[in-house]
């Protein structure tokens, strides 16, 4: 069984290009439209029970990342009285797929010494598989009322974790995850 584990950052959510995958809950008695100051209300480090994203690297441009995406979608940060609370989670879980290899067939030909002996052979393989667990990162950010921290808008998603990054890919896909779970924030915003 070949074991392919990914064990960089949560950053390293790249698997390009794909189509966004965010799942989003809300309360549907909130009207979105009114809340333009936040602040963000985040532990120092964040807390995913894995060694390479518990890690205030991390912490740091995923905070950075909120800061900026709000910022573009027209939000102002407030230390004081802020109309809503951002906070984020982080997740690893382990994964299991396989996939079909196909089948394996081949034909040889032969010939023998001085041209006086010859002969042929095939050979058929059954279909086989490959069995990998890798590890897949999940980030939610979550929209709270300062007052109470009641959760008002949840957005989530998931990708493969990369084996290898840098911190300037890692930065790269913290922001491009961010911005993936802020475009369906508000609700009904149009992409």
Partial sequence: MKRFVGVFVMATFLLGGCASNVAVDYDQKIDFSKLKTYNLFIPDTPRAGHVKLDNPMIAERINHAIEQQLGVDGYQQ?????????????????????RNTGFNTSVGVGRGSYGRYGGMGMTYGGPSYEVYSYEKGI??????????KKLIWRGSTSRRLSSSSTPEKSKKAINEVV?????????????
Avoid: C
């Fill in 139 to 148: 980030m939610t950010i979550d929209v709270l009322t300062p007052a109470d």
């Fill in 179 to 191: 911005a993936e779970i802020f475009s369906h924030y508000p609700p009904g915003k149009k992409k």
């Fill in 78 to 98: 407030a230390t004081s009285n802020p109309d809503f609370l951002v906070t984020y989670h982080l997740q690893v879980k382990q994964e299991v797929d396989s």
